[in-house]
């Protein structure tokens, strides 16, 4: 749909390849391993994760109001590199008062598939992405998916993922709730 409407393609000419995830993903990995990159990077035994570039068009922020708003006490870990954005989420945590939301920078790759596995339900209220490869990585490491409802991201997830309206911090929480007690 963005190469008609930027482009002015007509469909007939175009020719959808999906992209795929690292086969990493595709295997369990093993209790130890887990215990292992959970001390290493300090997580919290239960937690809500989001994997992605701290920035504005993740839409963390969300996240953090749907917290507060719906009073949801479970820890949210949030793996990505930092830009500017962070600190808007680093004063909205302080302003709310939230103990529990955890950023954690420079995560080595091969350790992901561990930190989803360990995860109870994966984040990703993103505003614009191309195609959303972590929510493949999740659904391959069999976790919950929680996403937005317009762009690509039915797309990725297909019947597989919930979605929520990523401007709605009240139905971010109420589908939180939902997934984690079903």
């Not at 963005?2 to 295997?27: A, L, M, N, T």
């Not at 709310?96 to 954690?104: E, S």
């Not at 972590?134 to 659904?139: H, Q, R, S, T």
């Amino acid at each position: 749909q963005d190469i008609e409407h930027f482009y002015k393609i007509p469909e007939r000419k175009i020719q959808v390849v999906y992209q795929g995830c690292s086969e990493i993903f595709y295997h369990q990995v093993s209790q130890e391993e887990r215990h292992k990159i959970a001390r290493l990077y300090q997580l919290p035994g239960k937690f809500l994760l989001s994997v992605g570039t701290i920035e504005k068009r993740k839409n963390f922020l969300s996240v953090i109001h749907a917290l507060k708003e719906g009073n949801i006490d479970i820890p949210y870990v949030i793996i990505g590199r930092k830009t500017n954005y962070l600190q808007e989420l680093q004063a909205h945590v302080k302003k709310y008062d939230l103990r529990n939301v955890y950023f954690i920078h420079d995560v080595e790759f091969q350790h992901l598939p561990a930190i989803y596995q360990m995860s109870e339900l994966f984040l990703y209220p993103s505003l614009f992405e191309g195609f959303g490869i972590p929510i493949l990585e999740a659904l391959y490491s069999a976790v919950p998916v929680v996403t937005s409802t317009d762009g690509c991201f039915t797309e990725t997830g297909g019947d597989a993922a919930a979605y929520v309206d990523p401007g709605n911090p009240a139905e971010i929480a109420e589908v939180i709730k939902n997934v984690l007690q079903d």
